[in-house]
């Protein structure tokens, strides 16, 4: 490995930031071959479907390209269920990919944040792929090993085995290392705690509208979900200047969400039809839609309300399923494209969200509700029931 800096003394913390009073105490850094280790807490997931377990963690130095960021506090999101339950990870992992800190040290090559900088933590790209250089770095060559099998990222152990990173961050600690491609840089005047999800979820959301779909003035659009990506999406088409917003889900209580923050209509998927609806409302169909339940028959309804030369974003997680590629796509001209991290470059794009936030027109933070670290597992049962759409456990 690279020789890097040593690690900052004890007491080298960043200085205090949102009333939290000074930096916490870093335990104690120990020598082992291969460089510097510092013990962190961290929820560890030890195997396929099981509780997290907060524990003590090593977490090696920075390298020369990576910082190491001091977690204030991380976003829960449906992709860390995922891995967690389905087995598609390397187990012991530290999962976690919505993370907000401060930056306590930055390797000697890395030129975008300094210590005391407030960032958020993003996804893994190589940088070096085709799509990474023509500014889609969310399909990176490289993207599942990066993110999901923590190729060339060796940071954590446990007891003295490996334990895996997830998204090239595991920001369900208090502490992590990421390389500086994963790292954005926001203001310091906003509400550090809050900015985590905007790392994935919600820019998964937004960025499918703004970045991806970039709906012309006065189009229609619907979104299929409302949990944070789908409403990140609601949020974006207003931005946009969509005519009509139309949000399909199944939960009140979510279709109420989706009216407050902009949709002109709010449809429930348990008592309407939703194409039939939908006709109603557009005269013959939206141009664009979201889909974000991974569920195929609101895929195919999703294709079905779309008028001729309409496009749908298919953002959800879908099981394998058969479409009629003559009737549902070719035969009007629809296109159905695949959207991953909303086809953004997280450091133009976060602050772009951060700066429509203070203006007040993308109001995330009503997605939002905080859980201490120690409640980690209630803040995943809380998400999948629905009862938090996003929930954002506090360091």
Avoid at 178 to 191: G, H
Wanted: with cysteine; net charge negative.
């Amino acid at each position: 490995r690279p020789q890097g800096r040593s690690m900052p003394p004890v007491g080298g913390a960043a200085p205090p930031v949102l009333g939290t009073g000074p930096s916490m105490v870093r335990k104690a850094i120990e020598e082992h071959e291969g460089g510097a280790h510092m013990k962190i807490e961290a929820a560890v997931t030890h195997g396929q479907g099981e509780e997290f377990k907060i524990g003590e963690v090593e977490l090696a130095e920075p390298r020369s390209n990576e910082v190491l960021v001091r977690v204030v506090a991380t976003g829960v999101c449906h992709t860390d269920a995922v891995a967690r339950d389905n087995g598609i990870v390397p187990y012991p992992i530290v999962l976690g990919h919505e993370g907000a800190g401060i930056v306590e040290q930055a390797g000697e090559n890395v030129k975008a944040v300094g210590p005391g900088d407030h960032v958020v933590l993003s996804y893994s790209s190589c940088g070096h792929c085709e799509n990474c250089l023509s500014a889609h770095p969310s399909t990176c060559e490289k993207m599942n090993d990066l993110n999901f099998g923590s190729q060339g990222i060796e940071r954590l152990e446990q007891d003295g085995r490996p334990v895996a990173t997830f998204f090239g961050q595991s920001s369900f600690a208090t502490y992590a290392v990421a390389d500086e491609r994963n790292v954005v840089k926001v203001p310091d005047d906003v509400e550090l705690e809050l900015l985590g999800p905007l790392g994935c979820g919600i820019q998964t959301g937004s960025g499918t509208v703004l970045a991806c779909l970039k709906p012309a003035f006065g189009s229609t659009i619907v979104v299929y979900g409302c949990g944070a990506v789908g409403l990140s999406a609601v949020m974006a088409a207003k931005i946009a200047g969509c005519r009509t917003v139309i949000a399909v889900d199944v939960h009140e209580s979510r279709l109420e969400l989706a009216r407050e923050l902009g949709a002109d209509y709010a449809l429930n998927g348990a008592e309407v039809d939703v194409v039939e609806e939908i006709g109603k409302a557009t005269g013959a169909g939206t141009h664009y839609a979201v889909e974000t339940t991974g569920v195929p028959a609101v895929v195919h309804q999703s294709l079905a309300a779309l008028r001729p030369l309409g496009t749908v974003a298919i953002v959800g997680i879908t099981p394998e399923m058969t479409v009629d590629m003559f009737g549902e796509i070719m035969a009007e001209g629809k296109t159905v494209t695949g959207v991953i991290e909303g086809d953004t470059v997280p450091q133009l794009f976060i602050p772009e969200l951060v700066e429509y936030y203070r203006q007040g027109r993308f109001p995330f933070d009503k997605l939002v509700k905080y859980y201490d670290f120690e409640d980690i597992n209630q803040a995943f049962e809380d998400s999948r029931t629905g009862k938090t759409i996003k929930p954002v456990v506090k360091m």
